[in-house]
């Protein structure tokens, strides 16, 4: 007679994946039966005018706010006509190969990047100059830079 290809090893990974299975049917069913009901009532939420989500309907008896679609802005909106002062400073370090350089403002002692393009007269370090401030990606950069 053959020998049994079920070894002990076997029987006892076997006898543990019954009871997972068991164990799984049992806490389903105890989920089923602890359950308020997985109906659509429950499944429901509500926002009320404040925009806070709720579970109660609103009360129709309210009356409601009419308001013209023709007044809610949608964006950002315009900005103002920001004055543009012309500052003063003093050329902290400029390089003429790479064509950028910083200003020190005189009043603040803010110093402001520059590059060539925002320049008008050729500038050195140590020059004193009048500049705009103009917001680029990293920061405020100094342009329509002019000698005093």
Do not use: C, W
């Not at 076997?14 to 989920?31: G, I, P, V």
């Amino acid at each position: 007679m053959a020998k049994s290809q079920e070894t002990f090893n076997k029987k006892e990974k076997e006898k543990k994946r019954l009871k997972k299975r068991q164990d799984k049917q049992q806490k389903k069913e105890e989920r089923q039966q602890n359950s308020q009901g997985g109906g659509l009532d429950n499944m429901i939420a509500y926002v009320d005018e404040d925009g806070n989500i709720t579970d109660t309907p609103p009360d129709p008896t309210i009356k409601k706010k009419k308001i013209d679609a023709k007044s809610i802005e949608i964006g950002v909106p315009k900005r103002e006509d920001v004055v543009e002062t012309v500052r003063t400073g003093r050329v902290e370090f400029f390089n003429d190969q790479k064509g950028y350089g910083f200003i020190k403002e005189l009043e603040t002692q803010e110093k402001f990047f520059v590059h060539v393009n925002g320049l008008v007269d050729e500038i050195r370090e140590g020059d004193k100059v009048s500049f705009e401030l103009e917001r680029g990606m990293k920061g405020m950069n100094a342009v329509n830079v002019k000698k005093v």
